[in-house]
């Protein structure tokens, strides 16, 4: 086991494994936030890559493309749409 995201709580049911810039990007039902995107570098233990804003964000659909990550979320107000994530900017509409 590389981490235990929900110890005590029951399984994090890791899922959309995708690799992006050499780290590993994974959905994780977290029991505090919901289904939300993680990462991975093969060394550090995994951490959420953006804060919840509103409960789970269903991200699912992880898909890299021209060197940016795209993935579905719901953002809390406008239900689940098309979000892209690349690294050296925050996570923004597609």
Known sequence: MV??????SGDS???YLTVFNNELYFRVNDVT???????YDGTNAPSM????????SES??????????????DDGTNGLELWKYTQQTTITYA
Do not use: D, H, Q
């Open 60 to 73: 699912s659909g992880l898909t890299v493309f021209n060197n940016e990550l795209y993935f579905s979320a």
């Open 13 to 15: 049911n890791p899922s």
């Open 49 to 56: 890559v953006a804060g919840p804003c509103c409960g789970s």
């Open 3 to 8: 981490a235990n995201i929900n110890p005590g």
């Open 33 to 39: 936030y919901g289904k939300e995107l993680w990462k």
